[in-house]
């Protein structure tokens, strides 16, 4: 009943930005928490960055001031804002939320496809 579409990935050099964005759509009651996560090949998923719904934020220690995540809770979405992009920042990112549909009394965790993000040196 819920979905996550993720876009903004692609390939940059190291120092570039790119912008990614999710959104949630479908029969949606409210959105609890946020949150970018990222895989490399042979590597597992990491959490990038979280946001709650009252808009306190987490990032993990390698994203610490050159991304920025966001929310804008009127079109259920989340942003990650990626600057001075490293090779090791390459991977494939996924958009997760927690989620409660209209007619459910619970929050389900629902993710994106993922968006592949590759940073060449």
């Known amino acids: 009943q819920v979905q996550l579409l993720e876009s903004g990935g692609g390939l940059v050099q190291a120092g570039g930005s790119l912008r990614l964005s999710c959104a949630a759509s479908?029969?949606?009651?409210?959105?609890?928490?946020m949150g970018w996560y990222r895989q490399a090949p042979g590597k597992q998923r990491e959490l990038v960055a979280g946001?709650?719904?009252?808009?306190?934020?987490n990032y993990a220690d390698s994203v610490k001031g050159r991304f920025t995540i966001s929310r804008d809770n009127a079109k259920n979405t989340v942003l990650l804002q990626m600057n001075t992009l490293k090779p090791d920042d390459t991977g494939v990112y996924y958009c997760?939320?927690?989620?409660?549909?209209?007619?459910?009394?619970?929050?389900?965790?629902?993710w994106g496809q993922g968006t592949q993000v590759t940073v060449s040196s």
């Open positions: 997760n939320a927690a989620v409660r549909s209209r007619g459910s009394f619970y929050f389900s965790d629902a």
């Open positions: 479908g029969n949606i009651f409210s959105i609890n928490n």
């Open positions: 946001i709650t719904s009252g808009g306190s934020t």
